[in-house]
């Protein structure tokens, strides 16, 4: 009985250890109470039996008073402090007590490609009257542990991410489906293969189309990190979790403008509640479905009733996605709505047939193109609405019957005439050969080639100098020292040298008006969409001053432009991520834009160009509403180079973060000019999270190009020809579609 | 190839006296001297960061052709012999604009006394080198300063693109391998020290002053 007793101690002293971690040591005198109960805890045996039954339940009161009112004041920021704290039950705990049996694959604790993922395959059991149902999935989530070092805090590296794939891969290939769970801060910021940012634009890329149902749990979304496995057909989140484009932590450095050191504790919890990380805020904005229940104060390691409700919200949220693909659901979806107890009224079969992978998939691009929708700011008319719908119904149909009822005609007649003419040339040759041969030889004639060369002269770019070049006055080339590059001549540097050193290549910075002109064929650029602007939807504390400066500043309305245009007659779409527009950030009005520019590429049949003139990652300012464009983004890319579309990234200066992990590093084909940087995050990020300096050139774009990060680098002074060439070369006959 | 003892007392007197190295900083070209970012007996650092990444402190503007220059410390030490004059005046190409007086730390002392008493071979060519096999074998029996080597022995071998080409001891005598200078593999630029050799009878010497910099030095 004793023995009992003073396991209870043990767990209040938890509890109250908990709390004063997450409310603080002033928090109604908890801090008294955690050394009152240790002092029994530690001298246990000093007591008798009926002070030790007093003390229980009178501490119990007291904890459930503090709960309640810990629960009642809770903060964002206190919220935070729930998904990291050690107590709290991680992807160990939901495995022993959601599942019914689990097997880890690709490690075990500490040995581990990377403890910080976890993936099994585990049963599920559903219960329907007396029968059993034993429901296969697989299980890939992060690990946080219960304090251990070796966890990262659930940060996965990209070899985690990687093996997340893998494993992604083989539950399609045995069509079972997938239960994601999130418990990251963000994914490990190392650029060692295959590199944070490109391992998770593959996962995105390759989730898009997943063949089975997935299901995300979200406890700690951590930016990039958990998106590398949570584009899912079902998002559930824990009511006391968090899913935010950056940590608290990091928003408040990037606020503060800190380039080492941590920022002010008051300034963390004021980023904390801008952001509007909470699962109502995130419910709100549509970017999750459903939040799960947890107890006051949070569910810990051991909450048995919460892994119940657990269990059941998983089995009913893959039904969910599952009835979504059948026609006949009706009945079920309703009966699955009101289903409150584990005992379930139907069995559902999990297992997908050809065209119900289809609707699946069909479903997770449409809903995923829907989310964040409502925060576009675009002026409406019902006219303009009208003439939208008309003239893309009006594209659609002509592309349509251009390309998909007269091009495949024209295909099989041409294949036709090509096989009879090759046919009938190899029976008359014996014939017309040696007739041949006389009539060249006396007419003198020679046969001629009917390959005609593409031409892409300098005369077909508008004229066009950069205010840089006005000055009269001379620079220094950053390489100087290294490469005793002499001073250049500012007109020559922006003029002639088209910002590039003559002696080393470095290339300076050039405004983004420079590529529109310098690139592509005079008069031939035609934005569309430059209605759509950036807004401020999280009402974020300055943020509107910021944009309304950047708008007056840049002449933008956000910061990506999308147009048609041609290079050497190409007619191609592009988009171009603008430095000077609040650092080229990606939000709501960035990712919508990209979405509908390759949207319009994929209808036309045209090659798609994505140029990053600058890009400092995902806009903290948009919270989850920007974060979502990762998905939203690389589902639009894989749609368009599944349905035959040639993609071109090509970086400049610097490119970071989010868009890089997502819609750009997706792309088959990325170039980056020389003195790019490009990567996951910057050495601050780097040093606060890994504890080590990183090398000045550890994101250089030759460190990229070795790492295969991307395939080649070019001169700016080349960049038109070198696009051209690389749309002849990779596009080949290929160029405006398969 | 013996060490002149009186020369390297010299040299000691000389350090023990006046432990630092003057670093006259010139300007790089001609211009217009704008701002002095130090005053004289600043204390000022040169680059820093594992990699020397954190630049060297601001010392002066040099401007010519509107282009402002920002003059930066090579080194750490104290500013002294600052040229004022020179403020908003046109100045040549390698003027001396201030000097930076720099403490020598027993590293220092002891690698340049070392370059005075040693005899040193010197890399021919940018190449890698790696030490000849019988040399390799008999420093990790011996260890440095045991190991003794004769005129036309082969000490190392430069290897460049899959080119290996000995390099045979050139002096008369019989020499003792005291200190190497390279890694073996790596990238060595022409006339970098290879190997230190110094004569026997001069090695109790050489470590005596080395003990007693190591003891007096801080």
């Known amino acids: 009985m004793k023995l009992e007793w003073h396991r209870k101690i043990k767990d209040l002293l938890d509890t109250a250890i908990y709390i004063k971690d997450i409310k603080g040591d002033d928090f109604l005198n908890i801090s008294s109470l955690v050394d009152e109960i240790s002092e029994v805890y530690e001298n246990f045996y000093h007591y008798d039996e009926e002070f030790i039954e007093n003390f229980i339940s009178q501490i119990e009161n007291r904890l459930k008073f503090i709960i309640e009112e810990g629960e009642r004041t809770l903060t964002p920021y206190e919220i935070v402090k729930i998904t990291r704290h050690p107590q709290r039950f991680t992807l160990q705990d939901i495995l022993e007590n959601v599942y019914d049996s689990y097997m880890e694959l690709g490690g075990e604790g500490e040995i581990n490609i990377d403890p910080a993922v976890i993936c099994a395959k585990a049963m599920i059991v559903r219960k329907v009257g007396n029968e059993l149902y034993f429901h296969q999935v697989m299980v890939i989530g992060h690990e946080k542990g219960h304090g251990e070092e070796f966890r990262l805090g659930g940060s996965a590296k990209p070899w985690g991410n990687e093996k997340a794939l893998r494993y992604?891969?083989?539950?399609?290939?045995?069509?079972?489906?997938?239960?994601?769970?999130?418990?990251?801060?963000?994914?490990?910021?190392?650029?060692?293969?295959?590199?944070?940012?490109?391992?998770?634009?593959?996962?995105?890329?390759?989730?898009?189309?997943?063949?089975?149902?997935?299901?995300?749990?979200?406890?700690?979304?951590?930016?990039?990190?958990?998106?590398?496995?949570?584009?899912?057909?079902?998002?559930?989140?824990?009511?006391?979790?968090?899913?935010?484009?950056?940590?608290?932590?990091?928003?408040?450095?990037?606020?503060?403008?800190?380039?080492?050191?941590?920022?002010?504790?008051?300034?963390?919890?004021?980023?904390?509640?801008?952001?509007?990380?909470t699962a109502k805020d995130n419910l709100e904005f549509g970017i999750i479905d459903k939040i799960i229940p947890e107890p006051p104060l949070g569910a810990r390691k051991k909450d048995y009733e919460f892994f119940k409700k657990l269990r059941l919200e998983l089995i009913k949220a893959t039904d969910e996605v599952v009835l979504h693909t059948r026609s006949l659901k009706f009945l079920r979806k309703y009966v699955l709505s009101k289903q409150d107890t584990e005992d379930f009224k139907f069995f559902v079969n999990w297992d997908l047939d050809e065209d119900e992978i289809e609707i699946l998939i069909e479903n997770r691009y449409k809903k995923y193109r829907k989310m964040s929708q409502w925060a576009v700011c675009e002026p409406k008319s019902t006219f303009k609405t009208f003439f939208d719908f008309g003239h893309n119904l009006g594209l659609k149909f002509k592309n349509e019957l251009k390309y998909r009822i007269l091009r495949p005609g024209h295909k099989t007649f041409k294949k036709f005439l090509d096989e009879l003419t090759t046919e009938s040339s190899l029976l008359f040759k014996p014939v017309s050969d040696p007739v041949k041969t006389v009539y060249n030889l006396i007419v003198g004639k020679k046969i001629k080639t009917k390959l005609p060369a593409p031409l892409l002269t300098e005369e077909e770019i508008s004229p066009y100098t950069s205010p840089l070049a006005l000055e009269d006055k001379t620079v220094t080339c950053p390489e100087a020292e290294k490469y005793g590059c002499p001073d250049i001549w500012v007109p020559d540097l922006y003029g002639e040298y088209c910002g590039v050193c003559p002696n080393c290549g470095y290339h300076f910075p050039l405004e983004y008006k420079w590529y529109?002109?310098?690139?592509?064929?005079?008069?031939?650029?035609?934005?569309?969409?430059?209605?759509?602007?950036?807004?401020?939807?999280?009402?974020?504390?300055?943020?509107?001053?910021?944009?309304?400066?950047?708008?007056?500043?840049?002449?933008?309305?956000?910061?990506l432009l999308s147009f048609e245009a041609k290079i050497g007659g190409i007619s191609l779409v592009a988009v171009m991520l603008v430095g000077e527009f609040r650092q080229g950030t990606?939000?709501?009005?960035?990712?919508?834009?990209?979405?509908?520019?390759?949207?319009?590429?994929?209808?036309?049949?045209?090659?798609?160009?994505?140029?990053?003139?600058?890009?400092?990652?995902?806009?903290?300012?948009?919270?989850?509403?920007?974060?979502?464009?990762?998905?939203?983004?690389?589902?639009?890319?894989?749609?368009?180079?599944?349905?035959?579309?040639?993609?071109?990234?090509?970086?400049?200066?610097n490119s970071y973060a989010g868009p890089?992990?997502?819609?750009?590093?997706?792309?088959?084909?990325?170039?980056?000019?020389?003195?790019?940087?490009?990567?996951?995050?910057?050495?601050?990020?780097?040093?606060?999270?890994?504890?080590?300096?990183?090398?000045?050139?550890?994101?250089?774009?030759?460190?990229?190009?070795?790492?295969?990060?991307?395939?080649?680098?070019?001169?700016?002074?080349?960049?038109?020809?070198?696009?051209?060439?690389?749309?002849?070369t990779m596009g080949g006959k290929n160029l405006y579609y398969r | 190839m013996k060490i002149n003892?009186?020369?390297?007392?010299?040299?000691?007197?000389?350090?023990?006296?006046?432990?630092?190295?003057?670093?006259?900083?010139?300007?790089?070209?001609?211009?217009?001297?704008?701002?002095?970012?130090?005053?004289?007996?600043?204390?000022?650092?040169?680059?820093?960061?594992?990699?020397?990444?954190?630049?060297?402190?601001?010392?002066?503007?040099?401007?010519?052709?509107?282009?402002?220059?920002?003059?930066?410390?090579?080194?750490?030490?104290?500013?002294?012999?600052?040229?004022?004059?020179?403020?908003?005046k046109f100045v040549e190409a390698e003027e001396i604009v201030l000097e930076i007086k720099h403490p020598l730390s027993k590293e220092e002392i002891i690698s340049e006394i070392l370059l005075s008493a040693l005899y040193i071979i010197r890399a021919p060519e940018t190449?890698?080198?790696?030490?000849?096999?019988?040399?390799?074998?008999?420093?990790?029996?011996?260890?440095?300063?045991?190991?003794?080597?004769?005129?036309?022995?082969?000490?190392?071998?430069?290897?460049?693109?899959?080119?290996?080409?000995?390099?045979?001891?050139?002096?008369?005598?019989?020499?003792?391998?005291?200190?190497?200078?390279?890694?073996?593999?790596?990238?060595?630029?022409?006339?970098?020290?290879?190997?230190?050799?110094?004569?026997?009878?001069?090695?109790?010497?050489?470590q005596k002053i080395i003990e007693r910099i190591k003891e007096e030095w801080v």
């Not at chain 1, 390759?598 to 400092?616: D, M, N, Q, S, Y």
């Not at chain 2, 650092?45 to 002066?60: C, D, M, V």
Request: one cysteine or more; proline letters at 6%; aromatic letters at 10%.
């Open chain 2, 5 to 88: 003892y009186q020369n390297l007392d010299l040299i000691l007197q000389k350090f023990k006296t006046n432990p630092y190295k003057v670093y006259s900083v010139l300007t790089p070209h001609t211009g217009y001297i704008k701002e002095f970012k130090v005053k004289e007996g600043d204390v000022v650092k040169g680059p820093s960061g594992k990699w020397l990444e954190k630049p060297g402190t601001p010392l002066f503007i040099l401007e010519r052709e509107k282009n402002q220059k920002l003059i930066r410390a090579k080194t750490n030490g104290i500013v002294q012999k600052l040229r004022t004059d020179l403020l908003n």
């Open chain 2, 127 to 206: 190449a890698r080198y790696i030490l000849s096999p019988s040399l390799t074998s008999k420093l990790e029996k011996q260890g440095l300063g045991k190991v003794k080597v004769k005129k036309g022995e082969e000490i190392l071998i430069m290897a460049f693109m899959k080119r290996e080409t000995p390099i045979y001891f050139p002096e008369e005598g019989e020499f003792i391998v005291y200190h190497i200078y390279f890694t073996p593999f790596q990238l060595v630029e022409r006339d970098q020290p290879l190997i230190g050799f110094c004569l026997e009878e001069n090695l109790p010497y050489l």
């Open chain 1, 516 to 559: 529109l002109n310098n690139l592509f064929d005079k008069n031939s650029v035609k934005t569309f969409n430059d209605n759509i602007a950036s807004g401020n939807p999280l009402e974020f504390e300055g943020y509107a001053e910021k944009l309304k400066e950047a708008r007056k500043r840049t002449g933008l309305k956000s910061a």
């Open chain 1, 168 to 277: 992604m891969k083989m539950a399609e290939t045995e069509g079972i489906p997938i239960h994601f769970f999130i418990f990251t801060p963000g994914a490990y910021p190392i650029e060692d293969y295959p590199g944070s940012a490109q391992q998770i634009a593959r996962n995105l890329y390759y989730m898009a189309k997943l063949k089975v149902p997935t299901v995300a749990f979200i406890s700690e979304g951590g930016s990039g990190g958990a998106e590398a496995i949570g584009l899912a057909d079902m998002r559930l989140m824990a009511e006391k979790g968090y899913y935010s484009v950056i940590s608290p932590e990091g928003a408040a450095a990037i606020e503060a403008k800190l380039k080492e050191g941590r920022p002010p504790r008051e300034l963390v919890e004021k980023c904390a509640k801008a952001l509007k990380l």
């Open chain 1, 586 to 653: 990606v939000g709501v009005a960035e990712g919508e834009k990209f979405i509908r520019a390759i949207e319009l590429a994929k209808v036309t049949r045209r090659p798609f160009l994505a140029l990053v003139h600058t890009t400092g990652g995902i806009r903290i300012h948009e919270g989850t509403l920007g974060l979502i464009q990762m998905p939203r983004c690389t589902m639009a890319v894989r749609d368009y180079v599944d349905a035959g579309g040639l993609y071109i990234v090509v970086y400049d200066n």
């Open chain 1, 660 to 728: 890089v992990a997502s819609f750009l590093g997706s792309a088959p084909y990325q170039f980056a000019l020389k003195s790019t940087r490009l990567g996951f995050a910057g050495p601050r990020v780097i040093k606060e999270t890994t504890g080590q300096d990183v090398p000045p050139d550890y994101h250089s774009a030759e460190n990229a190009l070795k790492r295969g990060h991307i395939q080649g680098i070019w001169d700016r002074r080349e960049l038109r020809k070198k696009l051209f060439t690389a749309l002849l």
